[in-house]
């Protein structure tokens, strides 16, 4: 139940258009819960549906006939947001397509398992300097939605919000770092693994 629960979140700040929703998840949730725009519509009907979200219809320009929807957190909403934050979450178990691959690559080429290495140790470097960049704008209290979460809350609780926030990329960056590092001995062991037999050795 995370996705709607995310939503939930973000029209906490304000309210927003589906546009600026998709806009705002993009460049926050999604970085720890990814999820298509096609979904974030679906989910925002069904929160409409249950009565935590409400939405009006409003002309996309002066002059538009087209009209655009902008949603609202309701009263049952901004509830529910904070009966699941007060929830405590069991541990998630782990399903991790590049580690159970990893465990049978004694059937793999050795150029193949090196590629797919490379490609994971690749991926995570991109997302570590990600999230380090969304640190530094979260510590500059720089970033779009976080401003507008800011203006609506009381001035005693800016320097907890913003500190949770960081402490939930930080542990990203972590994970990240692991991942590298964890790539980067695999690369090791098949490079070792690769190397052909040392004749001297095997004479002995």
Same mark, same amino acid.
């Given at each position: 139940?995370?996705?709607p629960?995310?939503l939930?979140? !973000? ?9 600026? !929703? ?9 970085r720890?819960?990814h999820?298509?725009?096609? $979904? ?41 947001l904070?009966?699941?934050v ?5 541990? $998630?178990r782990?399903?991790d ?39 530094? $704008? !979260? ?5 779009? !939605? ?14 907890? #919000? ?7 990329? $930080?542990?990203? #960056? ?26 001297a050795?095997?004479?002995?």
């Amino acid at each position: 139940m995370s996705l709607p629960h995310a939503l939930l979140a !973000l029209l906490d700040a304000g309210p927003m258009t589906g546009y600026e !929703l998709t806009k705002q998840f993009d460049q926050s949730a999604d970085r720890v819960w990814h999820a298509t725009h096609p $979904q974030i519509y679906t989910e925002l009907r069904r929160l409409e549906g249950a009565g935590l979200v409400t939405a009006r219809e409003m002309p996309r320009g002066p002059k538009a006939k087209a009209v655009k929807r902008a949603y609202a957190l309701t009263e049952e909403g901004g509830a529910e947001l904070r009966r699941w934050v007060a929830q405590v979450e069991a541990p $998630q178990r782990v399903r991790d397509v590049a580690y159970l691959k990893a465990t049978y690559y004694e059937y793999a080429e050795p150029e193949t398992v090196r590629e797919q290495f490379e490609a994971h140790r690749a991926h995570f470097h991109e997302q570590q300097q990600r999230w380090e960049r969304h640190v530094e $704008q !979260l510590r500059a209290r720089r970033t779009e !939605l976080l401003s507008r979460r800011l203006a609506g809350a009381a001035r005693e609780d800016h320097e907890k #919000i913003v500190a949770f926030k960081v402490h939930a990329y $930080q542990g990203l #960056i972590e994970r990240a770092r692991t991942e590298v590092a964890w790539a980067e001995r695999g690369l090791a062991l098949v490079a070792g693994l690769d190397e052909p037999p040392d004749p001297a050795a095997s004479a002995e």
